[in-house]
């Protein structure tokens, strides 16, 4: 039975037994994320909460920030329970309205400021949301309108919050961000074993895929981060990359920042020169940052620039496999310890340790941060391989999701029967426990942290009049890692598409910059596969050589 959009969220619970463990060894605490700011806001008050490019709260301005807001979410009809997609650039605006939802237990759906309306559509639909909040223009793009049109194809996103351009106000059709406040009152209470918000994997096939976190798994997660990472209310991390994404959320993140009492710091740009200028204003002493802008920064830095970084202690690199020998340079450069993170917004996480030495900080991924962490590394029949050897990286614990939100082909692909992640991940694991990722799975390309679904652009370029089949590869590159290549046949040989106007067609479908084909070639047959039939591993192989 479909649910209402008020109804329960259902989500795959962990056995009992495993979830009894869990609960009696205090690794789920039993607390919410609106609890874990109000303990902070009465501890700190007066710490400086957050900090962006022109604004900075303490945690009780935080607080009192959140009870208004949440009120005024409550007038707008929004009930406890609901989905809400909070598509907002780094911002403190983005604090206030994450923690907002939290306080009247609605779920926020985290989309990322490059989502447009091929994913906007799908997520809001797939979540059934309710109303979205969005900054009216960011990096040139009109967010509003965007939702508008969102809004129109999904009949139950019926409220668009929008923060107004400086100076100006909100456009029509849309409830202006500083009028949401209501009157203090008391706020419903959330269930910590229940699905505090809904994360996006990066996913690799045509559907996206939304990741139901509780607040009991989500916040043992951060609180064991901020044991790894040695985070304490001195901590004052910057979120670099987009906050949405469960890297600069979660490991430690701008959570871990709020359980600790430090402080979060928002930089607009993640660009060296912005962001440096936002490490010396801050005093930040760590931030997450994915392997292509790891080289940037330790590119300019090694040429010397103008900003006083010294208060950096901890750069970490995840997201992507970050190739050793940048990763022997990022710390010299930068004047901080490196720490390498292989996660997955479905929730193992692997740091190494600050106190490993330079060869496990610069050659592996660390290891997964909690003792009840399970993995095997396993081959094609799910047979583990020996100690050592290459494998697909399964695994199950406290705070990975045994099942996706609502959808049933992704659980049959992805889960085992008793309720493994396959992580598609190919990872060795040495004597001491740290993990080498070694490959991917094959339907996902990794462009630089950014995870493209071959399966889902392919669909798009299918739509293609001119276009009879297309098969989405990965092509090595320097600097991103990966790149993304279309090959495609075209329905009329005599007439092929021009590569320019495939890219220009996939763009207005409505698809993240990061998806579009870097590269497109036309071909005139795909090559044979053996079997007589096209299997996309073949081709890839065949039209890549790998
Ligand atoms: P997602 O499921 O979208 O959250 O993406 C998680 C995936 O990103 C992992 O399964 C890996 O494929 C990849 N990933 C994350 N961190 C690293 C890393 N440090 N090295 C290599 N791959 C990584
Ligand atoms: O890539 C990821 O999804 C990721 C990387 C590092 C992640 O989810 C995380 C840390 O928590």
Same mark, same amino acid.
């Given at each position: 039975? =479909?649910?209402?959009? !008020?109804?329960?969220?259902?989500?795959?619970?962990?056995?009992?037994?495993?979830?009894?463990?869990?609960?009696?060894?205090?690794?789920?605490?039993?607390?919410?994320?609106?609890?874990?700011?109000?303990?902070?806001?009465?501890?700190? @008050?007066?710490?400086?909460?957050?900090?962006?490019?022109?604004?900075?709260?303490?945690?009780?301005?935080?607080?009192?920030?959140?009870?208004?807001?949440?009120?005024?979410?409550?007038?707008?009809?929004?009930?406890?329970?609901?989905?809400?997609?909070?598509?907002?650039? !780094?911002?403190?605006?983005?604090?206030?309205?994450?923690?907002?939802?939290?306080?009247?237990?609605?779920?926020?759906?985290?989309? /990322?400021? &490059?989502?447009?309306?091929?994913?906007?559509?799908?997520?809001?639909?797939?979540?059934?949301?309710? &109303?979205?909040?969005?900054?009216?223009?960011?990096?040139?793009?009109?967010?509003?309108?965007?939702?508008?049109?969102?809004?129109?194809?999904?009949?139950?996103?019926?409220?668009? $919050?929008?923060?107004?351009?400086?100076?100006?106000?909100?456009?029509?059709?849309?409830?202006?961000?500083?009028?949401?406040?209501?009157?203090?009152?008391?706020?419903?209470?959330?269930?910590?074993?229940?699905?505090?918000?809904?994360?996006?994997?990066?996913?690799?096939?045509?559907?996206?895929? /939304?990741? =139901?976190?509780?607040?009991?798994?989500?916040? *043992?997660?951060?609180?064991?981060?901020?044991?790894?990472?040695?985070?304490?209310?001195?901590?004052?991390? +910057?979120?670099?990359?987009?906050?949405?994404?469960?890297?600069?959320?979660?490991? =430690?993140?701008?959570?871990? @920042?709020? $359980?600790?009492?430090?402080?979060?710091?928002?930089?607009?740009?993640?660009?060296?020169?912005?962001?440096?200028? +936002?490490?010396?204003?801050?005093?930040?002493?760590?931030?997450?940052?994915?392997?292509?802008?790891?080289?940037?920064?330790?590119?300019?830095?090694?040429?010397?620039?103008?900003?006083?970084?010294?208060? /950096?202690?901890? $750069?970490?690199?995840?997201?992507?496999?970050?190739?050793?020998?940048?990763?022997?340079?990022?710390?010299?450069?930068?004047?901080?310890?490196?720490?390498?993170?292989?996660?997955?917004?479905?929730?193992?996480?692997?740091?190494?340790?600050?106190?490993?030495?330079?060869?496990?900080?610069?050659?592996?991924?660390?290891?997964? +941060?909690?003792?009840?962490?399970?993995?095997?590394?396993?081959?094609? !029949?799910?047979?583990?391989?020996?100690?050592?050897?290459?494998?697909?990286?399964?695994?199950?614990?406290?705070?990975?999701?045994?099942?996706? *939100?609502?959808?049933?082909?992704?659980?049959?692909?992805?889960?085992?029967?008793?309720?493994? *992640?396959?992580?598609?991940?190919?990872?060795?694991?040495?004597?001491?426990?740290?993990?080498?990722?070694?490959?991917?799975?094959?339907?996902?390309?990794?462009?630089?942290?950014?995870?493209?679904?071959?399966?889902?652009?392919?669909?798009?370029?299918?739509?293609?009049?001119?276009?009879?089949?297309? $098969?989405?590869?990965?092509?090595?590159?320097?600097?991103?890692?990966?790149?993304?290549?279309?090959?495609?046949?075209?329905?009329?040989?005599?007439?092929?598409?021009?590569?320019?106007?495939?890219? &220009?067609?996939?763009?207005?479908?409505?698809?993240?910059?990061?998806?579009?084909?870097?590269?497109?070639?036309?071909?005139?047959?795909?090559?044979?596969?053996?079997?007589?039939?096209?299997?996309?591993?073949?081709?890839?192989? @065949?039209?890549?050589?790998?």
């Amino acid at each position: 039975m =479909p649910e209402q959009s !008020n109804g329960p969220v259902e989500f795959t619970r962990w056995p009992e037994t495993d979830a009894a463990r869990y609960r009696s060894e205090g690794i789920w605490a039993g607390t919410t994320f609106d609890r874990i700011l109000r303990d902070t806001a009465t501890r700190r @008050a007066d710490t400086v909460a957050v900090i962006d490019a022109d604004t900075s709260w303490t945690y009780a301005e935080l607080d009192a920030r959140v009870r208004t807001l949440a009120a005024g979410l409550l007038d707008l009809g929004i009930e406890p329970r609901q989905r809400v997609m909070v598509q907002l650039p !780094n911002r403190a605006e983005y604090v206030a309205t994450v923690f907002a939802l939290f306080r009247i237990d609605a779920l926020p759906v985290f989309c /990322l400021p &490059a989502h447009r309306s091929a994913e906007l559509t799908a997520l809001a639909a797939a979540s059934e949301s309710v &109303a979205i909040v969005v900054a009216h223009h960011h990096e040139g793009f009109d967010h509003a309108a965007l939702a508008a049109d969102v809004a129109t194809a999904v009949p139950s996103l019926r409220t668009i $919050v929008c923060i107004p351009d400086a100076g100006a106000v909100a456009p029509e059709g849309t409830v202006a961000f500083d009028t949401v406040r209501g009157q203090d009152r008391e706020f419903p209470t959330a269930d910590p074993g229940e699905v505090a918000f809904l994360q996006l994997s990066g996913g690799s096939t045509g559907v996206p895929k /939304l990741i =139901p976190r509780t607040h009991d798994d989500y916040l *043992y997660s951060v609180v064991r981060s901020n044991e790894v990472c040695g985070v304490t209310e001195e901590t004052v991390y +910057m979120a670099t990359l987009p906050v949405s994404h469960n890297f600069p959320m979660s490991s =430690p993140g701008i959570l871990g @920042a709020v $359980v600790a009492g430090g402080t979060i710091a928002l930089t607009p740009s993640p660009a060296p020169s912005t962001a440096f200028a +936002m490490i010396e204003r801050a005093g930040v002493t760590m931030t997450g940052l994915v392997p292509p802008l790891a080289r940037l920064w330790t590119e300019s830095a090694e040429r010397g620039q103008p900003h006083d970084i010294s208060t /950096l202690a901890t $750069v970490q690199v995840g997201g992507a496999r970050c190739p050793d020998e940048l990763a022997t340079r990022i710390g010299p450069a930068l004047g901080a310890r490196l720490q390498q993170v292989f996660g997955m917004a479905e929730g193992l996480v692997c740091y190494t340790h600050l106190d490993d030495s330079d060869e496990v900080v610069t050659t592996t991924q660390g290891r997964p +941060m909690s003792p009840l962490d399970r993995i095997r590394v396993v081959d094609d !029949n799910d047979v583990d391989v020996p100690a050592g050897s290459e494998g697909s990286l399964m695994t199950h614990g406290p705070y990975t999701i045994r099942g996706y *939100y609502r959808n049933a082909d992704a659980n049959a692909r992805s889960f085992t029967d008793d309720g493994w *992640y396959r992580t598609g991940d190919i990872v060795r694991v040495d004597a001491r426990g740290n993990i080498t990722v070694c490959g991917r799975a094959v339907d996902r390309i990794n462009r630089g942290g950014e995870k493209v679904s071959a399966e889902e652009v392919e669909e798009h370029l299918l739509a293609h009049p001119s276009i009879r089949d297309a $098969v989405v590869v990965a092509i090595a590159d320097e600097y991103l890692g990966e790149r993304t290549c279309a090959f495609v046949l075209a329905a009329d040989e005599d007439n092929p598409p021009r590569t320019s106007q495939i890219r &220009a067609f996939v763009r207005d479908r409505g698809l993240a910059a990061w998806k579009i084909p870097d590269k497109v070639q036309v071909l005139d047959a795909f090559p044979e596969t053996g079997v007589g039939k096209t299997s996309r591993k073949e081709l890839r192989r @065949a039209l890549t050589g790998r």
